[in-house]
């Protein structure tokens, strides 16, 4: 069974860092992109980052650059999404997708985490207060 488990979700004050978790069982990240979106009440889906299991590469939205760094350790099927100087405007669920690498060649990272996403975990809420 394939299965995508988030954790590490919290309360914090403006400022605070979160380390979120993404574990995998039942496949490998060869020839995927592992990353997180997320989503707001009454907002839409946001992607938020993703990193390219074969090459480590990594994308990130604007408005998280420079605050979020994603990683991956493939031996454990583990991605890791540290959040440093968390604002209100990250308060969200945020959700653990994979989607195979191959749709990069044709779509943008951000379309591939959230249309193309083989596999997405239950989601872990991250509340951020002034």
């Known amino acids: 069974e394939v299965q995508l488990v988030e954790s590490g979700g919290g309360l914090v004050h403006t400022g605070g860092s979160l380390r979120l978790s993404c574990a995998a069982s039942?496949?490998?990240?060869?020839?995927?992109?592992i990353g997180w979106f997320r989503q707001a009440p009454g907002k839409e889906r946001e992607p938020v980052s993703c990193?390219?299991?074969?090459?480590?590469?990594?994308y990130y939205r604007e408005s998280v650059r420079g605050r979020f760094t994603i990683s991956s350790d493939n031996a454990k099927n583990t991605v890791y999404l540290q959040m440093n100087n968390l604002k209100p405007e990250d308060t969200a669920v945020y959700y653990c997708?994979?989607?195979?690498?191959?749709?990069?060649?044709?779509?943008?990272?951000?379309?591939?985490?959230?249309?193309?996403?083989?596999?997405r975990g239950q989601g872990t809420q991250v509340t951020v207060s002034s």
């Open positions: 990193i390219v299991s074969n090459t480590g590469r990594t």
């Open positions: 997708a994979s989607a195979e690498s191959r749709h990069l060649t044709t779509t943008g990272w951000d379309l591939t985490l959230l249309h193309h996403s083989a596999y």
């Open positions: 039942g496949f490998t990240f060869d020839d995927y992109v």
